[in-house]
């Protein structure tokens, strides 16, 4: 199974940029990746995903490296409310069954 | 607020007990997933059903078993509780526009957890 790898922590100040980077060197054509956060004491949600191209939402930009072995989540202006833990996951949709494999997550800490 | 609702919140027990676990999804969701949450397994995906059907299996144990019902209402059964089977467990839910094929084109809602202490 494809595996990411991901800084466990991160730190940023309020209002500035936050590049988080996920590793996934063994990614393969038909992987997805996805960007699920969980704040403090609440369940994940979902942020953004893409397969090739750069991706574009109102929370985030996801930007995939052109071999697709890494990608990274960025935060325009990081404000407190972002301080979360992010997770990197991969999809593989093989037919009808699947495999998800998660990253261990990076902490982001947002100073103001 | 997801529109996820899990219950019970929290829920303590022993070992070798049985519990179960319930979970809506949002009105009109038909794909319910449930995951696992501890502090040194990370988070992990259990099961996912789509509209009754077992959709896929992720890292769920043989002890545990999960049902969708045909209101869309999912349970999760854990069977022969563990010490190690303490931890939060999430209910997620999504439209399912594509049939469960490809549940992860669906955007999931989280529920807020039930917290399982097995003691």
């Known amino acids: 199974d494809a595996k990411t790898t991901q800084p466990n922590s991160m730190e940023s100040n309020e209002e500035e940029p936050v590049h988080l980077p996920c590793n996934h060197s063994?990614?393969?054509?038909?992987?997805?990746i996805h960007w699920y956060r969980q704040l403090p004491s609440q369940g994940p949600e979902y942020v953004i995903h893409?397969?090739?191209s750069n991706v574009n939402n109102r929370m985030a930009s996801l930007a995939i490296a052109e071999d697709r072995k890494s990608s990274t989540l960025i935060l325009h202006r990081a404000t407190l409310r972002d301080a979360a833990v992010y997770y990197c996951?991969?999809?593989?949709?093989?037919?009808?069954?699947?495999?998800?494999?998660f990253g261990k997550g990076t902490l982001l800490t947002v100073n103001p | 607020d997801s529109g996820v609702t899990q219950t019970p919140k929290h829920l303590i027990t022993a070992t070798g007990q049985r519990v179960t676990l319930r979970c809506s999804p949002r009105?009109?969701?038909?794909?319910v997933y449930w995951y696992q949450q501890s502090l040194d397994q990370g988070l992990q995906f259990l099961i996912h059903?789509?509209?009754?059907?077992?959709?896929a299996k992720g890292n769920i144990l043989e002890r545990f078993s999960a049902q969708q019902f045909p209101d869309l209402h999912s349970e999760l059964n854990l069977s022969s509780l563990e010490l190690g089977d303490s931890a939060l467990y999430f209910c997620?839910?999504?439209?399912?526009?594509?049939?469960?094929?490809?549940?992860?084109?669906?955007?999931?809602?989280f529920g807020p957890g039930t917290r399982l202490t097995v003691l």
């Open positions: 997620a839910s999504s439209e399912g526009l594509t049939g469960g094929a490809l549940p992860w084109w669906d955007t999931q809602y």
């Open positions: 063994t990614i393969s054509g038909t992987d997805y």
């Open positions: 893409g397969l090739t």
């Open positions: 996951i991969l999809l593989n949709s093989g037919g009808s069954n699947y495999k998800l494999t």
């Open positions: 009105s009109g969701d038909l794909s």
């Open positions: 059903y789509y509209n009754g059907e077992e959709r």
